[in-house]
Nanobody, 121 residues
Framework: QVQLVESGGGLVQPGGSLRLSCAAS????????MGWYRQAPGKQRELVAS???????NYADSMKGRFTISRDNAKNTVHLQMNSLKPEDTAVYYC???????????????WGQGTQVTVSS
């Protein structure tokens, strides 16, 4: 079992910043990709940003230049620095990790429980 625990959500005013963190624990041999997704009320879950074990990043277009994803492979953690937040960034943010439990398998894909981010004045 691989568990992901997120932290750092909350209420922030438009233009403000928040930093989300996610820590993976459990039976982990390796983690390939770690990322953040979000889901607003009435909308589908969407990719925010992801990062590979080698440090290659991918961002949704609307987050480029405002959000920065980073990762500590030694600690199995991923962070999301969110700047210039807008009301439309309001959503539940979920951490995701894909990897391998043991060197021979199996693969895993895990989600965190989600953390609420609310951008409002």
């Amino acid at each position: 079992q691989v568990q992901l625990v997120e932290s750092g959500g909350g209420l922030v005013q438009p233009g403000g910043s928040l930093r989300l963190s996610c820590a993976a624990s459990g039976s982990i041999f390796s983690i390939n990709d770690m990322g953040w997704y979000r889901q607003a009320p009435g909308k589908q879950r969407e990719l925010v940003a992801s990062v590979t074990s080698g440090g290659r990043t991918n961002y949704a277009d609307s987050m480029k230049g405002r959000f920065t994803i980073s990762r500590d492979n030694a600690k199995n953690t991923v962070h999301l620095q969110m700047n210039s937040l807008k009301p439309e960034d309001t959503a539940v943010y979920y951490c995701n990790a894909v990897g391998r439990v043991y060197s021979w398998g199996p693969d895993f894909g895990s989600w965190g429980q989600g953390t609420q981010v609310t951008v409002s004045s």
